[in-house]
T-cell receptor
Framework: TQLLEQSPQFLSIQEGENLTVYCNSS?????LQWYRQEPGEGPVLLVT?????EVKKLKRLTFQFGDARKDSSLHITAAQPGDTGLYLC??????????????FGQGTILTVHP | DVKVTQSSRYLVKRTGEKVFLECVQD?????MFWYRQDPGLGLRLIYF???????EKGDIPEGYSVSREKKERFSLILESASTNQTSMYLC????????????????FGNGTRLTVT
């Protein structure tokens, strides 16, 4: 089983602060996705990154894919209470048959206080 | 919008019972998945299916089985429920993208919280 390490597990910050969540593995990803989950709901896709070194922006969220495709980060600028939720990274590992199988990180619970 | 519907939001079952969790998707997706979600462990794959009547074990298949008789429906079966199967169960679907690489997003249901007493 390939492992995906996500950190930190918990983040509690004030409105307006910046934060970064990390996702790492010793194996190469063919692609990596970031999801956000709110209480009582399933995860919802935020972004997919597929190219080493790729940077994608979604409003105040910036997603980076490492050059070696073994790591990714999610940076939120000027966090707002509406950003509160569980953030999950999920990787498709290179090689072999996948049929869309993803491996998930442990998740980061973000709480943004007004 | 893709809709993935899980039949129950909450279930309470007794140890030893046979439990069925049902999932239906309405977008003609080839792939369907069952994950369980536990605090600090993220989502762990139990089983997945890439076609009708086809199934593959995920990372934690012990104590579970699945059934996919129709393309839109994927059932998770706990043959004899145990307390360590108390968890949130999430069903997901995605369109087929071939072998060796994957970019399509997973579309999740809202989960079934199962408690085994």
């Amino acid at each position: 089983t390939q492992l995906l390490e996500q950190s930190p597990q918990f983040l509690s910050i004030q409105e307006g602060e910046n934060l970064t969540v990390y996702c790492n593995s010793s194996s190469v990803f063919s692609s990596l996705q970031w999801y956000r989950q709110e209480p009582g709901e399933g995860p919802v896709l935020l972004v997919t990154v597929v190219t080493g070194g790729e940077v994608k922006k979604l409003k105040r969220l910036t997603f980076q894919f490492g050059d070696a495709r073994k790591d990714s980060s999610l940076h939120i600028t000027a966090a707002q209470p509406g950003d509160t939720g569980l953030y999950l990274c999920a990787a498709a590992f290179a090689g072999g048959t996948s049929y869309g199988k993803l491996t998930f990180g442990q998740g980061t619970i973000l709480t943004v206080h007004p | 919008d893709v809709k993935v519907t899980q039949s129950s939001r909450y279930l309470v079952k007794r140890t030893g019972e046979k439990v069925f969790l049902e999932c239906v998707q309405d977008m003609d997706h080839e792939n369907m998945f069952w994950y369980r979600q536990d605090p600090g462990l993220g989502l762990r794959l139990i089983y997945f299916s890439y076609d009708v009547k086809m199934k593959e074990k995920g990372d934690i298949p012990e104590g579970y089985s699945v059934s996919r008789e129709k393309k839109e429906r994927f059932s998770l079966i706990l043959e004899s429920a145990s307390t360590n199967q108390t968890s949130m169960y999430l069903c997901a679907s995605s369109p087929s993208s071939g072998l060796g690489s994957y970019n399509s997003p997973l579309h999740f249901g809202n989960g079934t919280r199962l408690t085994v007493t």
